[in-house]
């Protein structure tokens, strides 16, 4: 009896003090006075995102809506971890651009002495990721993207190859958009040129080690789980790739003085040359931070051209007038000429984003601003920051998410948003949309570092596809496509199938 009495009271008090953490940890923003999402006991405003009933950012889109206007920014909660969701364009660009200083970390877990693939530039904060950060801008130079181009040309040849020539009634266009694009950072992020079924089983199961629950952990008790040597990926994809690393620079460094082919090469060079595990954990990044986004880009732009063929003519009849001139080839130079693809950024969004002017095509840019595929951005304050002409304070070590997918889909910005339409970024149309309203690859000091060279992959790998292909939906094409709600990309659920069939040229 007296031990049914004591496990009762163990139990009792557990789950008070259990209570009181959770109410506690969800009460912070209405200690702090200020305008919240209300929360779910346990779930904070991600009810349902969890056990997949819906994508996060659905839970994210429904916060902005309901308070945007309200305040520059509102508080929410990740489960217990409360957030800064930032609503105010000006204060968006206060913390990428003009006051990046106070947010120059985004909080991510890293263990790089468990996990040396952990310590890219995506996953570090501080000093380690200012002096990886100083090395990769030097890398990912424009003049060094104009090198690599012939090996990234060289690389597209199998998109039109794989389809072939027959009619196909069911091809899955998110396969053949992976082949492409694990295949173009085989090469040029590990110059790797071997066997690549390895290598892509290897880039997809990296992540079947993660759970949410020991992440969301990770995330919270960083130190604690240092502690308990916690890692993020599958060991043995960890150490094909780290392994790989090694395997190549060995190669690399017999072959002296070869011309430039990859970015290991880049990363190797001998002023302030970085150690190989470094390196790997460049390598890695490219997997991690660009092959779902990439994947996600083309898959989806494949996917809208295909249910509007007016739409898929136009960027046909547009690469063939181009390409006519440089005897039918993808070339650097006739990439440059592709008219309608061309981008014309300027203005707001111009800043930091130059080397855009050039390449970018509309259909790519309304991919990337209808189905963005990292919905939000995240930030952590480093000091506290006081916001301009305003009583509020961001406090030190507040975490902060910017909720990209959702100002790309608000009306008040873009007239219709869920409607695929590439004219929205017509010169003029762009000038009159305000500055921060357009941020698939981030901004500012934390923004994406191979911004230019995604944005080249992807306009090779469009072309490569829609030169000799036309694509229609079939009878297996998921319309409308539904995002896959177990990913904080956004993805599609199901892989995209279309119907294809060769045209004449
Ligand atoms: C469509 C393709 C891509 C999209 C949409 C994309 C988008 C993004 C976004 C939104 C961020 C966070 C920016 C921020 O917090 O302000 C980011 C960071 C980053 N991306 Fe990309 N990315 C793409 C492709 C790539 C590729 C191919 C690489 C290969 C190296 C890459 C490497 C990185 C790295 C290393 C960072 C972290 C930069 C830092 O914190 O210093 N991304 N990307």
């Given at each position: 009896m007296e031990l049914l009495q004591r496990a009762l009271l163990t139990a009792f008090s557990t789950l008070t003090l259990f209570y009181v953490v959770v109410k506690l940890s969800l009460g912070y923003w209405k200690r702090r006075g200020i305008l919240h999402a209300k929360p779910k006991f346990l779930w904070g405003n991600l009810k349902g995102v969890v056990g997949g009933k819906r994508h996060v950012q659905e839970a994210l889109q429904t916060i902005y809506d309901t308070h945007k206007g309200q305040a520059p920014f509102v508080g929410c909660y990740a489960l217990l971890k409360p957030f800064v969701m930032v609503l105010d364009l000006e204060l968006v660009h206060n913390i990428l651009v003009s006051d990046a200083g106070y947010f120059t970390s985004r909080g991510l877990y890293?263990?790089?002495?468990?996990?040396?693939?952990?310590?890219?530039?995506?996953?570090?904060?501080?000093?380690?990721?200012?002096?990886?950060?100083?090395?990769?801008?030097?890398?990912f130079t424009s003049s060094n993207l104009q090198k690599l181009m012939p090996r990234l040309?060289?690389?597209s040849k199998i998109l039109g190859n794989r389809i072939g020539d027959q009619k196909l009634q069911k091809l899955n266009v998110s396969q053949l958009v992976d082949g492409y694009n694990v295949e173009v950072i085989a090469a040029l992020a590990f110059g790797f040129k071997g066997d690549q079924a390895e290598f892509r089983e290897m880039s997809r199961s990296y992540w079947n080690n993660f759970s949410l629950w020991r992440a969301y952990l990770a995330l919270e008790l960083p130190l604690l789980a240092r502690l308990l040597q916690h890692t993020s990926y599958d060991e043995l994809a960890a150490n094909y790739f780290y392994n790989l690393v090694h395997a190549q620079l060995y190669q690399q460094r017999?072959?002296?003085?070869?011309?430039?082919q990859n970015f290991l090469q880049l990363y190797s060079a001998p002023d302030d040359a970085l150690s190989d595990a470094q390196i790997a954990a460049q390598a890695f990044g490219f997997i991690l931070a660009g092959l779902e986004p990439l994947n996600a880009t083309l898959g989806f732009c494949l996917y809208e051209l295909a249910l509007q063929p007016e739409l898929q003519d136009r960027a046909r009849n547009e690469i063939h007038e181009v390409l006519q001139q440089y005897g039918g080839q993808l070339t650097a130079d006739s990439l440059k000429q592709l008219k309608y693809t061309k981008q014309v950024l300027n203005g707001k969004y111009c800043n930091s984003l130059q080397d855009f002017k050039q390449f970018i095509s509309f259909f790519i840019v309304e991919t990337l601003r209808l189905h963005t595929p990292y919905p939000f951005l995240l930030r952590r304050a480093t000091k506290e920051f006081e916001l301009p002409k305003s009583v509020f304070v961001i406090a030190r070590g507040n975490n902060l998410i910017i909720p990209v997918a959702a100002i790309h889909r608000d009306p008040s910005i873009y007239t219709d948003p869920l409607r695929f339409d590439p004219d929205r970024f017509e010169a003029a149309a762009v000038k009159s949309r305000p500055a921060m309203s357009f941020l698939p690859f981030g901004q500012g000091l934390r923004g994406c570092i191979a911004m230019q060279l995604a944005e080249q992959q992807l306009m090779v790998g469009l072309v490569a596809l829609l030169q000799h292909h036309k694509y229609s939906p079939c009878a297996d094409t998921q319309i409308p496509l539904q995002y896959d709600n177990r990913k904080l990309l956004l993805m599609p659920k199901v892989d995209i199938l279309l119907s294809v069939e060769c045209v004449d040229i």
């Open positions: 890293h263990n790089i002495q468990n996990e040396p693939l952990s310590g890219n530039l995506l996953q570090l904060d501080g000093h380690k990721w200012r002096t990886l950060h100083a090395k990769s801008v030097g890398v040309l060289e690389v017999l072959r002296d003085r070869q011309p430039l």
